[in-house]
């Protein structure tokens, strides 16, 4: 789930997992296309698909930055050799 604001600051909520991402509860890629932040904090669970999800926007909005990603987020994101897109 998102929160949008209007600083150009989008908020992912709730669990970035598989399941989630299948029943379409966060939005395409496009909604961050105007986005300068994404805050990650308030993500309590995230797996490979997740950071797959993360990874895409990065690669289809490069001027995005991620902000407040969790240790579980800058783990996997090391394991999976995507780390660099959250420094």
């Known amino acids: 789930m998102t929160a949008g604001r209007d600083d150009g600051v989008m908020i992912l ?8 991402l299948s ?7 496009t909604a961050y296309q ?3 932040v994404i805050d ?8 490979s698909a997740g950071i ?6 990065k690669t289809s909005c490069p001027g995005v ?3 407040d990603g969790s240790d ?3 783990i996997l ?11």
């Open 52 to 57: 797959a999800y993360l990874v895409q926007i």
């Open 34 to 36: 105007n986005k300068k």
């Open 77 to 87: 994101a090391d394991l999976y050799g995507v780390s660099f897109f959250f420094k």
């Open 65 to 67: 930055s991620f902000k």
């Open 40 to 47: 990650l904090q308030q993500i309590t669970n995230i797996d």
């Open 13 to 20: 909520q709730g669990n970035l997992v598989l399941s989630e």
């Open 23 to 29: 029943a379409k509860k966060f939005p395409d890629i």
């Open 72 to 74: 579980k987020v800058l």
